[in-house]
């Protein structure tokens, strides 16, 4: 079983930049895909990016491409999400998710699901002013 901790969020003007990590501790850090959702004020969480055990394959909402890269290190077992150009809109708490490698359909696009995910972290708080 495998803890999930978010950190680096904070308050950032609007065009500003973020780094967001998920460090991981317990179990095989390389055996799980890793993903970023978001819960915005009065709005149910929503998928962000996500990234496979290998770091291989990346995916990301229409909302965040081109603008946010997902990575990870599993030596150091920690996802990182890098955020530019922020934008109000993307004003949320932002909780990452772990899932077992095994499960196939996880590339043909449950990654975006959030029941798909067994491990969460306790979420970090990105606030974009205007």
């Known amino acids: 079983q495998v803890q999930l901790v978010e950190s680096g969020g904070g308050l950032v003007q609007a065009g500003g930049s973020l780094r967001l990590s998920c460090t991981a501790s317990g179990g095989t850090f390389s055996n799980y895909h890793i993903a970023w959702f978001r819960r915005a004020p009065g709005e149910e969480r929503e998928f962000a990016a996500a990234?496979?055990?290998?770091?291989?394959?990346?995916y990301y909402a229409d909302s965040v491409k081109g603008r946010f890269t997902i990575s990870r290190d599993n030596a150091k077992t920690a996802v990182y999400l890098q955020m530019h150009s922020l934008k109000p809109d993307d004003t949320a708490v932002y909780y990452c998710g772990a899932t077992g490698s095994s499960r196939n359909t996880w590339y043909t696009g449950n990654y975006r699901v959030q029941g798909q995910y067994e491990f969460w972290g306790q979420g970090t708080q990105v606030t974009v002013s205007a």
């Open positions: 990234i496979s055990w290998s770091g291989v394959n990346t």
